[in-house]
């Protein structure tokens, strides 16, 4: 499998900028420094590339909600919050690749007339802010940032800005509260940061694999990158591969890619050639897929119509034997920490259904555990498009999706005694 964004893993030499153009870095930018702005735009939008960061929205045809008459200066953000659990491949971009996305964020900046982007790195990814801050130093050394890119005249700054410690800080607006200096917070849409995002200003925000493809389609052309994945889904795709598969990593497929044979094939099976029990596609905030349905093809419409979700392609692959209570326990811990609060239905909503699996799962009283249980669809629907964000959404989907795919198993944990995988021979807990 030929790689791209991905090929310069493991070279160190990737690391300069006299490295990376040896490697064949920069023929993107060259090409769209000589291309109008506007062409530039079109050529993204016909390569069909999607967002990457989760939400799978064309990338061209966000570009396209820019104002054209807004007399504002407008920003790029390039979200490197990376905080979904399961997803490995942004920190992986920026630590072995750092130029491949910033090229990506050079020629976006350029189309998109920006001069000023941003890029939101995790504030626990150390290593990976000082590698991309080292990339950005480099630039302005050779003339590749600053006040006339490569010499064309057009001038851009890059500020390298570190995260905020917290998942809520990836959601796009929360991400523009914190740049701004202010409490991680999502924003009430619209306005859409298009027209209102970063100091009040027209701003576009994309994920750094979202970027990290944007010299391929300059260097290839829109042509070759829509052919390379299918049908509105244009390239390759990272799939970060996690869980109880014998080879975990990040494999660089094309979009659409089967899901048995990334995890039979790709990933060598099941760990301990165990059975197969069902798999989390999309991330922490996606529904699970059972054994019968993993002959499907990993893109955002093809998820979507299975009730599920490609998200950020965190593929988590559990083997019969583990505990989906467990799971489903550990996933809401997660959401219920970081819900920020500011909505009812969320803060409430999360730490209630948290409660509830982790007594499903420890065990408890067996009244209010059936009580629970009857309200849980409930409460899952009085959350799902109540909020302002879909953290809400989010938590509800992995819910839903195991209780219904699983449902005898959470029968079994109703007794108040815990989980039936932890008891002894006489079924004491
Ligand atoms: C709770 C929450 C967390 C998110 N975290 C991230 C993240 O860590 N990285 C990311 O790129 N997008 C994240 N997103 C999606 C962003 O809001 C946004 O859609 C994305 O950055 C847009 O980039 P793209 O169009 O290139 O995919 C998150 C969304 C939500 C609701
Ligand atoms: S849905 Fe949750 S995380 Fe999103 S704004 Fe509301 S409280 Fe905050």
Not at 32 to 40: D, E, I, N, R, T
Not at 95 to 123: C, K, M, Q, W
Not at 142 to 170: F, N
Not at 401 to 427: S, T
């Amino acid at each position: 499998m030929e790689l791209f964004a991905t090929k310069n893993f493991g070279k160190p030499e990737a690391l300069t900028i006299a490295g990376y153009k040896a490697l064949g870095g920069f023929q993107g930018l060259d090409k769209a420094l000589a291309m109008p702005q506007q062409a530039v735009i079109d050529e993204v939008k016909k390569a069909s590339l999607r967002g990457r960061g989760g939400a799978g929205f064309p990338a061209g045809v966000k570009w396209g909600f820019l104002p054209k008459d807004n007399p504002k200066p407008r920003y790029l953000a390039v979200n490197a919050d990376e905080g979904e659990p399961g997803t490995f491949k942004d920190r992986l971009l920026m630590e072995g690749d750092p130029f491949g996305f910033l090229e990506g964020t050079v020629i976006s900046s350029y189309a998109l007339n920006v001069h000023h982007a941003y890029v939101y790195v995790r504030g626990e990814f150390f290593k990976a802010r000082r590698i991309v801050q080292d990339a950005v130093d480099a630039l302005y050394k050779e003339g590749l940032l600053g006040k006339s890119v490569c010499g064309s005249g057009y001038e851009l700054d890059v500020t390298v800005h570190p995260g905020a410690g917290a998942y809520i800080c990836g959601e796009e607006t929360a991400l523009l509260e914190s740049l701004e200096g202010k409490r991680g917070e999502p924003r009430i849409k619209p306005p859409f940061p298009a027209v209102v995002g970063a100091f009040g200003c027209p701003t576009i925000i994309n994920n750094v694999e979202t970027l990290a493809y944007v010299p391929w389609i300059l260097a290839k052309g829109a042509d070759w990158f829509a052919g390379y994945g299918i049908a509105g889904e244009g390239g390759p795709k990272l799939f970060c591969m996690s869980g109880d598969v014998k080879r975990p990593g990040l494999y660089e497929l094309h979009s659409g890619a089967n899901l048995r044979e990334l995890i039979y094939e790709h990933c060598g099976g099941i760990v301990g050639d165990k059975k197969l029990l069902a798999v989390i596609p999309g991330g922490a905030s996606s529904a699970p897929l059972t054994v019968d349905e993993i002959d499907v093809g990993m893109d955002f419409e093809t998820l979507k119509k299975k009730g599920t979700m490609l998200g950020s392609a965190a593929t988590m692959v559990i083997a019969e034997g583990r505990c989906v209570v467990k799971i489903l326990a550990r996933t809401l811990k997660f959401f219920h920490h970081e819900s920020c609060g500011q909505c009812t239905p969320c803060r409430e909503g999360t730490g209630w259904l948290h409660r509830l699996m982790e007594r499903l799962e420890h065990g408890g009283e067996p009244d209010v555990i059936r009580k629970d249980m009857g309200l849980l669809f409930g409460i899952c629907d009085n959350m799902v498009g109540n909020t302002i964000c879909v953290l809400a959404d989010a938590a509800v989907m992995p819910t839903k999706g195991f209780v219904n795919k699983f449902r005898g198993v959470f029968e079994a944990h109703m007794d108040g005694r815990g989980c039936p995988l932890h008891r002894d021979a006489q079924g004491h807990p």
